[in-house]
Nanobody
Framework: QVQLAESGGGLVQAGGSLRLSCAAS????????MGWFRQAPGKEREGVAC????????KYADSVNGRFTISRDDANNMIYLDIKNLTPEDTGIYYC?????????????????WGQGTQVTVST
């Protein structure tokens, strides 16, 4: 059974940092693009970062560029999202996802597998 499991969320003060992790199991995603999405309360899900299968190319949403860093450790089937300078607007559920067709794009409908999400709450 293919699974993506996110972890690392929590309650953080504004200005703080977090590392979100995504563990893949059931198959290897080393040859596929991976992405991180988030959904804030009352808002649609948005893509925040994606990384190509070779790890050489990354993309970020304008709203997070410079503060978010996506990375991957294919040897251990892990995807990470490092977040710094958190703001209350970063509050939401963060999901990792796998794109089997390698579109390298931050559009959720292009992704095939999803985790259950991890909650990030940023307080003022």
């Amino acid at each position: 059974q293919v699974q993506l499991a996110e972890s690392g969320g929590g309650l953080v003060q504004a200005g703080g940092s977090l590392r979100l992790s995504c563990a893949a199991s059931g198959r290897s995603f080393s040859s596929h693009d991976m992405g991180w999405f988030r959904q804030a309360p009352g808002k649609e899900r948005e893509g925040v970062a994606c990384i190509e299968d070779n790890g050489h190319s990354t993309k970020y949403a304008d709203s997070v560029n410079g503060r978010f860093t996506i990375s991957r450790d294919d040897a251990n089937n892990m995807i990470y999202l490092d977040i710094k300078n958190l703001t209350p607007e970063d509050t939401g559920i963060y999901y990792c996802a796998a794109d089997l067709d390698d579109h390298n794009i931050l559009i959720d409908v292009q992704y095939d597998y999803w985790g259950q999400g991890t909650q990030v709450t940023v307080s003022t």
